[in-house]
């Protein structure tokens, strides 16, 4: 084990939403691949979460990367932009340029830095042909990025199995318990530890559902997802906005 730190940096995805504590707070992959490397590395192992939900990309480099950097950490996962592609200011270029900038940073102090393609999530949202389009370009900036700094990739989009909408919330937006827990294996498998041969086993897909009943369970989720994400982005708001870091020091870690 050559880890004995590790910082998680990013947004709602990285946070743990929607896979809960019995408390209520937010476990999440990175708790979950936090947990398997403090039981490898011992009672020395340190960790942190910056992560806050609703971070666009520059937010999370300005705020969470310096904090990052100046913990030393031997090992930082960075995933960010999700949110971006949302925006109608979305420039991938931009993106792009500053992706590789800052995962060249964070590669020059020494640490190994684990970086995400994310899953396909557009299948099941509105929007489809605007955004499924942008998060090609991530995923490709972030495959390229991570080639040019030997930063290790995981590679959601691969991964067919998100395709089952079990392993998203009922916002169809961020990952279920299962998903959380298939992202942590996926991690674990790309540093080359092992993990729960459970948190690899998938649900199920549901049944198929009625045309009718369908349509009345978009109708629900527009009015309870949809709606107040459209009203937070009208106003300038963000889900995020009185959400502090879960972990904000690098400190020891038990579940």
């Known amino acids: 084990m050559r880890w004995r730190s590790f910082v998680a940096v990013g947004d709602s995805f990285t946070e743990g939403m929607d896979d809960a504590y019995p408390d209520g707070t937010y476990r999440g992959w990175a708790d979950l691949v936090a947990t398997r490397l403090a039981a490898e590395a011992g009672p020395d192992f340190r960790y942190a979460n910056l992560a806050i939900r609703g971070r666009l990309f520059p937010n999370v480099v300005a705020e969470q990367v310096p904090a990052a950097l100046a913990m030393r950490s031997d090992l930082i996962s960075f995933a960010a932009g999700g949110n971006d592609v949302l925006r ?52 490709q900036a972030v495959g390229a990025t991570a080639e040019r700094h030997g930063a290790i990739l995981v590679d959601l989009y691969a991964d067919d199995t998100f395709l089952n909408p079990m392993l998203w919330s009922t916002d169809r937006l961020h990952l279920s ?21 459970e948190w690899l086993m998938v649900p199920p897909h549901p049944a198929p559902t009625p045309w009718l009943a369908a349509r009345a369970a978009d109708l629900r989720w527009a009015g309870r997802h949809l709606a107040p994400w459209i009203k937070r982005r009208l106003t300038g708001r963000s ?4 959400v502090t870091a879960k972990r904000p020091r690098l400190g020891p870690f038990a579940d």
């Open 88 to 139: 109608r200011t979305f420039d991938p270029d931009a993106l792009a340029t500053r992706f590789d900038d800052v995962v060249g940073r964070l590669r020059s102090g020494g640490a190994d830095v684990v970086l995400f393609r994310f899953a396909d999530v557009m299948a099941r949202l509105p929007g489809q042909r605007l955004v499924a389009p942008r998060v090609q370009l991530l995923n």
């Open 177 to 197: 318990a299962a998903g959380h827990r298939r992202v942590a294996a996926q991690v674990l498998t790309a540093l080359g530890v092992g993990c729960d041969e």
């Open 239 to 242: 889900s995020g906005d009185t």
